[in-house]
T-cell receptor
Framework: NAGVTQTPKFQVLKTGQSMTLQCAQD?????MSWYRQDPGMGLRLIHY???????DQGEVPNGYNVSRSTTEDFPLRLLSAAPSQTSVYFC????????????FGEGSRLTVL | AQRVTQPEKLLSVFKGAPVELKCNYS??????LFWYVQYSRQRLQLLLR??SRESIKGFTADLNKGETSFHLKKPFAQEEDSAMYYC????????????FGKGTKLSVKP
């Protein structure tokens, strides 16, 4: 099993450009989420999904959109990138429930100029 | 409000010394707590969770509800323990979103 796969690993954007970070998991997990990791800020939850067709906002959702059309995929869209969105983004999934282990992707480093 | 506090950004110890990474939480109910670790050039992974009461790689963590703490301890640090450590709280709701602390970078010197 590949686990959680994120693409691309690195991306440089100009302010105002749009892009999609892809995330796929092959563990049949119901729950998927996106975090951003910034120095001194830890990991902050952007959006999450508890199943296909269901998404909800996390702590820092502004500037990001998500959709969940299949169990496997959970893309994160930046419609108009801003320098404040320069960060490392992590996708994570788990089987669901209160105490389940969260499995992370390798991360996507995004720089917005 | 739900919150996880890791007071130390960086902790530096010598090999063989005891290690304690501090974690305090704020939550009104009964939380589930976790420690995640990120080794250099590797993805974040679960180290241990409160509910399992296990020891992984020599690390243990005890939930102290009175002090609202979940400190991570190891009696004898090894160089391979050098990594970024995150304490996390599962704050309720059926989805179990994790709230992470800001992390502590552990550096074990030879």
């Amino acid at each position: 099993n590949a686990g959680v796969t994120q693409t691309p690993k690195f991306q440089v954007l100009k302010t105002g450009q749009s892009m999609t970070l892809q995330c796929a998991q092959d563990m049949n997990h119901e729950y998927m989420s996106w975090y951003r990791q910034d120095p001194g800020m830890g990991l902050r939850l952007i959006h999450y999904s508890v199943g296909a067709g269901i998404t909800d906002q996390g702590e820092v959702p502004n500037g990001y959109n998500v959709s969940r059309s299949t169990t496997e995929d959970f893309p994160l869209r930046l419609l108009s990138a801003a320098p404040s969105q320069t960060s490392v983004y992590f996708c994570a999934s788990k089987a669901g429930g209160f105490t389940g282990e969260l499995f992370f992707g390798e991360g996507s480093r995004l720089t917005v100029l | 409000a739900q919150r996880v506090t890791q007071p130390e950004k960086l902790l530096s110890v010598f090999k063989g010394a005891p290690v304690e990474l501090k974690c305090n939480y704020s939550y009104s109910g009964s939380p589930e707590l976790f420690w995640y670790v990120q080794y250099s050039r590797q993805r974040l992974q679960l180290l241990l969770r409160h509910i399992s009461r296990e020891s992984i790689k020599g690390f243990t963590a005890d939930l102290n509800k009175g002090e609202t703490s979940f400190h991570l301890k190891k009696p004898f640090a090894q160089e391979e323990d050098s990594a970024m450590y995150y304490c996390a709280l599962s704050g309720g709701g059926s989805q179990g979103n994790l709230i992470f602390g800001k992390g502590t970078k552990l550096s074990v010197k030879p």
